[in-house]
């Protein structure tokens, strides 16, 4: 199993979990984004920068992943690819994407993306909390309790 994150718009406090959560488990990880970021100097931690373009790092990380590797995203059409090549998606906020909810989340999105198309203020996301944070880290860890092959200390 490898981790992949769109990095471009995860936060850096995620980041920051994931990274801890590497180091803990030695699990590879490849952020995909197209501007440079700083990332642990690990052999199992990888940065991959794209071109710039719509949708250009979520096309490598979906060219890219195998079945049962784990993509860290907040954009749910990329969720959506994750999921039907049998791989897993995880939100940011702690949502575990999955092919029993994944439509229902396409939905919403279409759904309030028709709203703000009419002239509808929906108000975006807001500031993530440390509820949200923590969900993260706990959904994070039981994924790879369950899923993550530890391998063993340096």
Known sequence: ?????????CPVVIKEILFKASQR???PMT???NHSMRAPKLSWITFLQVESGFDV???EIVNRLQAGDLVITSDIPLAAEVVANKAHALN???????TENIKQHLNMRDFMDTLRGSGIDTGGLSSMSDKERREFANQLDRFLQRNGKPKPPL
């Open 57 to 59: 790092a979520d096309n």
């Open 92 to 98: 940011p906020r702690g949502t575990l994407y999955t």
């Open 31 to 33: 952020l995909v984004a």
């Open 1 to 9: 199993m490898k981790i992949w994150v769109d990095a471009d718009a």
């Open 25 to 27: 488990t030695r699990i």
